[in-house]
């Protein structure tokens, strides 16, 4: 696929290490100085990344807001001195990613990745709206509470929606769901305000009860309070996912902890299972319960193992825990409480404020993984799964 990457500076700074990385990969990288070239190149040309570092004639900010507004199909990496780095201004004035003056040679070449996976998904985009008709639904799960699951779910989200794709967050725990909290949104419209107005009523989509975050998701947030969750049930949620289908290509839902009519209902509805488990021995037993209970109910086959917060040389051996689960693990999520505590407690996703973190790192690696998986055919899956022993 041609992208066409630019490079915009309004001092004289050369591209540098940009360029090299560029040309490694066979691009090309057009460098100017002079925005009326850049206007020019903008205008002819469709699949463009743009590096763009200001200081001094333009400030950064402004005038990534003028070239998104004019060029609203450019990805846009803004450059900005390290003191002014500020990523959620970034996003509201266009940016597709940033990058700290003093970026190191990673950090420039996970931008340059991201950009172009960007980049192809986006031309691919008659294959995105027929994959909405097939739009995936994954349960983050684990019948213990405070493993971490609100934590991925509304990172997952984030990352799933920079892939480009449309993403819906459900909030599967009406009682005390804490959704819209770790994005910092109090909704005025929830699941409660659309069962009570929407259900049933073709003109009422679930979208009008769905709140837009930060990140380009869209969640359908639990009811404003406790004792509301009692009007919601099982069949609300059937109805509710399946509208979230054919407006979204993913829907998370973040599950509840106990075994309702409700969070059976979610795993009936997934396409896959997030286990999310973490290295103690008392989640692994609930975990390995909960597994037998998705066997007997035949949703077994959907889950795949998350471990979360795991730390090298701690904790029970992965050999074992894959033993104790009888499944192979899919995916580890590094322990970084700094990174999740702060994100939780500014009502800011990780995958926003801190997304080259560890944790940032993990769960995009994760939702690359899932991605990838979906778009395979059910018979290369399969024969995915099939190199695990089932049983000892
Ligand atoms: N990878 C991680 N590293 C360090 N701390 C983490 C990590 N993931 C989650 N945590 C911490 O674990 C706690 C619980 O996270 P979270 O609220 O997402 O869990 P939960 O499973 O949704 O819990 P609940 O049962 O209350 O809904 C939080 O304090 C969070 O900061
Ligand atoms: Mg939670």
Redesign the pocket.
């Known amino acids: 696929m041609d992208i066409n990457w630019y490079y915009f500076s309004d001092t004289n700074t050369p591209p540098g290490e940009i360029k090299i990385l560029l040309e490694k990969q066979r691009f090309k990288l057009t460098a100017t100085n002079q925005i009326e070239k850049l206007h020019t190149l903008l205008i002819q040309n469709n699949q463009s990344v743009l590096f763009l570092k200001a200081h001094t004639l333009y400030n950064v900010y402004e005038l990534c807001q003028e070239i998104s507004v004019l060029y609203p199909h450019v990805y846009i990496i803004l450059i900005v001195p390290d003191n002014m780095e500020n990523l959620k201004k970034a996003m509201l004035m266009g940016a597709s990613d940033t990058l700290r003056s003093s970026y190191d040679h990673d950090e420039l070449s996970e931008a340059i990745d991201h950009a172009k996976k960007y980049m192809e998904h986006r031309a691919k985009k008659d294959q995105l709206y027929l994959l909405k008709e097939k739009s995936r639904v994954i349960a983050i799960s ?1 019948p ?10 509304v990172n997952l989200a984030i990352s799933f929606a920079r892939m480009g794709k449309k993403v819906a967050v459900i909030d599967g ?1 009406l009682q ?1 769901g ?1 959704v819209a909290m ?1 994005y910092n949104m109090k909704p005025k419209r929830t699941i409660y305000e659309w069962v009570k107005e929407g259900y049933g009523r073709e003109n009422y989509s679930i979208d009008q009860y769905m709140t837009k975050v930060d990140g380009d998701v869209s969640i359908l947030a639990a009811p404003p309070r406790p004792e509301f969750f009692e009007g919601i049930s099982d069949e609300h949620i059937k109805v509710s996912v399946e509208a979230a289908k054919k407006l979204f290509d993913i829907v998370l839902i ?1 599950m509840p ?1 106990f075994l309702s009519e409700i969070h059976l209902r979610c795993l009936d509805m997934a396409d896959e299972i997030l286990l ?1 488990a973490i290295n103690e021995i008392s989640v692994l037993r609930l975990s390995q319960l909960y597994l037998e209970t998705l066997e007997s109910i035949k949703q077994r086959d959907k889950v795949k193992l998350v471990l ?2 795991t730390a090298k040389g701690q904790g029970i051996e992965i050999k074992k825990i894959e033993e104790i689960l009888e499944m192979p693990l899919f995916h580890s ?5 700094n ?3 702060s ?2 407690k500014a009502g800011q996703p990780f995958m926003l404020s801190n997304s080259r973190s560890q ?1 940032g790192k ?1 769960v995009w690696k994760l939702a690359e993984m899932l991605f990838d998986q979906m778009n395979k055919g059910p018979a290369e899956s399969k024969k995915a799964k099939r190199w695990f022993p089932v049983g000892k």
């Open positions: 684990n213990k509470g405070g493993v971490g699951r609100t934590l991925l779910t725990n005390f804490e770790y973040d902890v999310l979360n917060r999520l590094p322990d970084q409480a990174v999740a505590n994100s939780i944790l993990g």
